[in-house]
């Protein structure tokens, strides 16, 4: 399979802008600004790019929205802000393929009628801020950026905003009350940033990897993206894949790939030969699968078929002495610890989540406690501002719904986890 994304990433210079134009870099824009800006819409559209921040949303769908919106100027921002745990794909790009994701804004930029581009980076990525602002830095020596790039009367300018670490603001609202200088917390919806966005005008966010795709569909066609991945999710995916597999790493592999293949013929299999318990398919916010679900597709519509999503595609893999109490206590911690506050069911659920668990893991479990955890994540469900309580219930009721047994063992023994990790700690 030809990597879109990854291409050239084993090449010491890969993030330099001359290591990146040796290998064809750059070749899309100049081939952009032949067409005109709907043209390239309806190019995304026919490729059938779906967004890869989680939601999978049609790009050229959200796009034509903001480009229909006569109200200017519109701005074009990159979440670059992946933090949630096993999540780090975009990492990969940030650092070693910049120049691609650069490309690829000035051309989405072009299609939207925007000048002006951000991209709003994870806190606890400094290399990665550095290495973005020198090849920023490149295009515009390169006239890639700025006003009149290669020489005509398009423009773009684009800039880096460093977020200061809290998983909420990878919600598109959270990160637009950021960048605009307040506290990340999301907004009433809608009005939707596509109308109302930065500074309440047109917006378009997307994804690190999103944005990545669009120079090779201008350059190849969306005939030819379209026939790679499955049919209803065309292209590539990276997934993260971590825990207890033997080498754990970024994989760029076609979508729809099986869960089983990419742990078992790319991630080498299970650590020390043990058996697979369970799988968490897109970051801890998407729900659980167990061993019997692993021949799952792996795009964003197969996987709602066995029960789960594929959320960022970071891949977690957990083996037979993994404890699911344990897992599911320090996921609720996660939460806890990231809701912002804003709404009531987010805020008192995932902390009365986080208590309760905590409770059942150290031995002091009640007969009721399940109930309580179901009723809980029941009450959360739907009713919270934003996907972070939506992610913390869903997370919750599949840990019980596939492991309940282990839960009611940790509570009928009135003691802490008996798998071989909770010993060793």
């Given at each position: ?47 059938g790019l779906r967004g890869r921040g989680g939601a999978g949303f049609p790009t050229g769908m959200k796009w034509s929205i903001a480009a229909a919106d006569s109200k200017f100027p519109k701005y074009l921002v990159c979440n670059a802000d992946e933090g949630e745990p096993g999540t780090f794909k975009d990492r990969h790009i940030l650092e070693k393929n910049p120049h691609l994701l650069i ?323």
């Amino acid at each position: 399979m030809e990597k879109i994304l990854l291409k050239n990433t084993e090449n010491a210079d890969s993030a330099d802008i001359d290591g990146y134009i040796k290998t064809g870099g750059y070749k899309g824009i100049p081939k952009a600004f032949k067409l005109k800006p709907s043209d390239i819409i309806e190019e995304i559209k026919k490729s059938g790019l779906r967004g890869r921040g989680g939601a999978g949303f049609p790009t050229g769908m959200k796009w034509s929205i903001a480009a229909a919106d006569s109200k200017f100027p519109k701005y074009l921002v990159c979440n670059a802000d992946e933090g949630e745990p096993g999540t780090f794909k975009d990492r990969h790009i940030l650092e070693k393929n910049p120049h691609l994701l650069i490309e690829g804004m000035v051309i989405s930029g072009f299609a939207l009628g925007s000048e002006y581009g951000y991209i709003y980076l994870r806190g606890e990525y400094p290399h990665a801020k550095d290495i973005l602002e020198k090849a920023i830095r490149q295009a515009y020596e390169k006239k890639f950026l700025g006003k009149g790039i290669l020489g005509g009367k398009i423009k773009f300018h684009l800039a880096v905003y460093q977020g200061a670490g809290a998983y909420i603001c990878g919600e598109e609202t959270a990160l637009i009350e950021s960048l605009e200088g307040r506290r990340g917390h999301p907004r009433l919806k809608p009005p939707f940033p596509v109308n109302a966005g930065a500074w309440k005008m047109p917006t378009i966010v997307n994804n690190v990897e999103t944005l990545s795709n669009v120079p090779y569909i201008i350059d190849a066609g969306a005939g030819a993206y379209s026939k790679i991945g499955s049919k209803d999710c065309p292209g590539t995916k990276l997934f993260s894949v971590s825990g207890c597999v033997e080498k754990p790493g970024v994989y760029e592999l076609p979508m729809g790939i099986s869960l089983r293949e990419i742990i078992y013929t790319h991630a080498g299999g299970i650590r020390g030969g043990k058996k697979i318990k369970a799988v968490i398919p897109g970051g801890i916010s998407t729900p659980v699968l167990p061993v019997d679900k692993i021949d799952c597709p792996m795009d964003f519509i197969s996987i709602q078929k066995y029960g789960s999503m594929l959320g960022s595609g970071a891949v977690i893999v957990m083996d037979e002495s993994v404890c699911m109490v344990k897992v599911a206590h320090r996921s609720m911690k996660f939460f806890e610890h990231e809701s912002c506050g804003k709404c009531i069911p987010c805020r008192e659920g995932t902390s009365w989540l986080e208590k309760i668990l905590q409770r059942i893991e150290h031995g002091k479990g009640r007969e009721d406690d399940l109930g309580l955890l179901s009723g809980i994540a029941e009450t959360m469900l739907g009713k919270t501002f934003c996907q972070l309580g939506d992610g913390a219930a869903c997370a919750m009721q599949s840990m019980l719904k596939h492991f309940r047994g282990e839960f009611e063992e940790h509570i009928k023994r009135k003691s802490k986890c008996q798998s071989s990790n909770a010993k060793k700690e």
